[in-house]
């Protein structure tokens, strides 16, 4: 079956995890990492939970889980436990909340999975190879490697002329040629060698000026 991909900002908003194992903890730090609020309720907690006590964004409920224990306007779930019949009840309340829920045993009948992630900020990449994770693994290891080195650099440097460039009258072709010359600009890749923000504020500006020049602004 053919997924939707999708990355979600959950800043502030309420999840939910069932479950204390180590999945679960692995999927309780990220939650966190992306800056959600985590109800994590599970019958034991992976010692490593004890670190992540303090976060203010935390709750953690030791108990058998029950519908009375789901949270309000709870936004994504995940059923952990090692109990495949505990799992399909978190996810069935899920669905009667119409709330997205990643069931780790049985990923087949989730309503969202959990791909393999490479995060090299401000890249994101998201891998999945139909539930089989050795080869998502060996996709990973080739993805990684093919991301330049310079890629976050790049991408702020882009960020410093984006809505000149958008500004202009150039047509979208245009634009997407101007930036596919741009990120393989090999002048700009000498001048990132150097460390010189002056030199490199110069040398955006003449790229800006040449660009501006032959689309003209809005």
Known sequence: MLRYPLFC??????????????VALHKCQALLQAGANVTVVARYFHSDFAALAERPQLTCTQAPFDSTLWPDDCWLAFAATDSP???QQVLALANTHRCFCNVTDA?????????AT????????????GGNPVYTQFLKHRVMQAIPADASVKLQLAARVREQVK???????AKRLFWQKFFTDTALEQLLSLQDDDLLADYLSY????????????
């Open 207 to 218: 790229l800006l000026a040449q660009f501006t020049e032959e689309h003209g602004t809005r």
């Open 118 to 129: 490479i995060d090299a900020l401000p890249v994101q990449i998201a891998l999945t190879c």
């Open 167 to 173: 500004a202009t009258n150039a047509s979208r072709d």
């Open 9 to 22: 900002d959950l800043q502030g908003k309420t999840c939910l995890i069932v479950g204390g194992g180590e």
């Open 85 to 87: 019949e505990v799992n």
């Open 107 to 115: 990923p087949e009948t989730a309503s969202f999975i959990s791909p």
